[in-house]
């Protein structure tokens, strides 16, 4: 803990020192800004107080005439499913050269595309991590590793090629979901650092008055996992051990924006396509995965209503193993354990992909409102998973206090059918939160 606060200090004392002199000539190319936030959550059915932390975050950027800089430092302190933790994360952290036709970026970076508010089948650079309870859903995001280079030949169409040198998958604990007291998560093991293990993506969007329009795409180990079966011990009880499982893709999409009066028209799609997803049960098969939604004011109210979709190719019913002819043999009984077992473990696999049906059908009502001159504003969410029965509810209400002070409620519902993943995330994700943050 001692080495935190000393890194803390010095870090501080070094920015301060460096807008200090930075004032004299170029003050308004620095940009110093902070928070510090404590935000509690808890009521699920697995964790009386899921997550307890306070953070200090640190947000510093220098912009020159044709380079800048950019810091996003967060220090992490408290307790994560009974876990006391002491955390130091990058948010973000990159050097930037810049002129009117090109950029060029190295470092920590959030990228996001698509046009969709709530699911965004375009978006397959940063990862997440899912499992990160906070009042803000975009604390969730990740940042990787990048080489960005932006081409802009007119003001309206740029082409950015990426490249990620070091794979970072997203964040799932699926230890703490109760699967079955005979299976247990083992840590994963990274692929290798090496070319082969890289991945690309290009991004061409253009601008006019009538539309926004981009296409996409990707290459590479995705973030999105499921997860494999290491090892079963029959012996003397059965005993099953995953681990989380990584496969490449390769993705192509196109997302669009069309005003049109007071509504606005946002879509995006892409195909994703997978190799030997019929030998190895966590890779998803080939699938097309789009979203279509308006947004409209009404009054102060903004609305916005998405209906998301995917239909998976090759799609072959999982079906379960027969039952031995003979309960004598112990070979078929042998053989009728791993086959059940990789039976529920492609199922778990085929639901966490929204591979379960050939088609998946989706949709996402948002209300989002501003009242009192803006210093209350509030949200309210809806998912529902026709396919599925699977749905979830999610209210959040911020009021700021002073123009530095606020202070956010709110909590979630989450639900569906026995075995779902809504079902048995809801005794970890259900439940209230609240969170105090003070910003300079």
Known sequence: ??????????????????????????????????????TVYGGSNSYDISSAYCEFGLET???????????????RQGVFFNEKQTQIEFKECFAEYFND??????????????????????????????????SDIEDMQMSNFMITTKFKPAHWLNLELIGIPIFKPSIYKYELFDISESASFDDYISPDISFDNMSYSAHLSTSFSFADISLSGFHGLSNFY??????IEPIPTVSITNSAAFYKKSSIGMDFSIPISTWIINAEGAYNHTKDYKDNLYIPNPNIHYVIGIEKDISKLKFIAEYSGKYTIDFEKNNPPSFPT?????????????????????????????????INHLAILTIHGDFFYDALSCNLSFINNFTTSEHLIRATAKWKITDNLATTIGGQIIGGPKNSIYNLSSDIFNGVYFSFKYSF
């Open 1 to 38: 803990m001692k080495y935190l606060v000393l890194l803390l200090s010095l870090l501080v004392i070094s920015i301060l020192g460096f807008s200090q002199k930075s004032n004299t000539t170029e003050n308004s190319k620095v940009s110093i800004n902070g928070f510090v936030n404590s």
């Open 61 to 75: 950027s220098y912009r020159g005439t044709k380079t800048r800089f950019v810091s996003d430092l967060r220090f």
């Open 101 to 134: 036709y090109f950029e060029f970026s190295l470092g920590n970076r959030i990228i996001k595309y698509g046009k969709a508010t709530g699911i965004n089948p375009t978006d397959n650079l940063s990862p997440k991590n899912y499992f990160f309870l906070s």
């Open 226 to 231: 499921g997860f494999d079966v290491i090892s």
């Open 326 to 358: 003979d309960f004598t043999d112990t070979l078929q009984l042998m053989n009728y354990m791993y086959e059940t077992i990789r039976y529920e473990s492609e199922d778990f696999n085929r639901r966490i992909f929204d591979q379960y049906y050939k």
